[in-house]
């Protein structure tokens, strides 16, 4: 069982910048793939980022502006955020899965509570 918590969500205007961290418990959180999707009002659940070992992925709409990172000794995960946009206003939720589609939802075995994030104009 593994319990996910974030934190670092807020209110931000257009342009600046914000880290998310989604602390997980569990002695084998370096095995697991770790995600950020998000979901906007009225919107699907979307994938965000993902990082297996040093591997990372990204949704194009975040690609170049978002990074992914964790840090297995502190069982934590991260999300900086930069130069972001009104569109990225969603709530966003850490994941951690051991699928093989770090893109897909269904890789995922357990989700935390989510952050929101507001990105004012």
């Known amino acids: 069982q593994v319990q996910l918590v974030e934190s670092g969500g807020g209110l931000v205007q257009a342009g600046g910048s914000l880290r998310l961290s989604c602390a997980a418990s569990?002695?084998?959180?370096?095995?697991?793939?770790m995600g950020w999707f998000r979901q906007a009002p009225g919107k699907e659940r979307e994938f965000v980022a993902a990082?297996?070992?040093?591997?990372?992925y990204y949704a194009d709409s975040v690609k170049g502006r978002f990074t992914i990172s964790r840090d297995n000794a502190k069982n934590t995960v991260y999300l900086q955020m930069n130069s972001l946009k009104p569109e990225d206003t969603a709530v966003y939720y850490c994941?951690?899965?051991?699928?093989?589609?770090?893109?897909?939802?269904?890789?995922?075995?357990?989700w935390g509570q989510g952050t929101q994030v507001t990105v004012s104009s």
């Open positions: 994941a951690a899965g051991l699928g093989t589609i770090p893109d897909s939802a269904r890789a995922y075995a357990y």
């Open positions: 569990g002695r084998t959180f370096g095995t697991y793939l």
């Open positions: 990082i297996r070992w040093i591997s990372t």
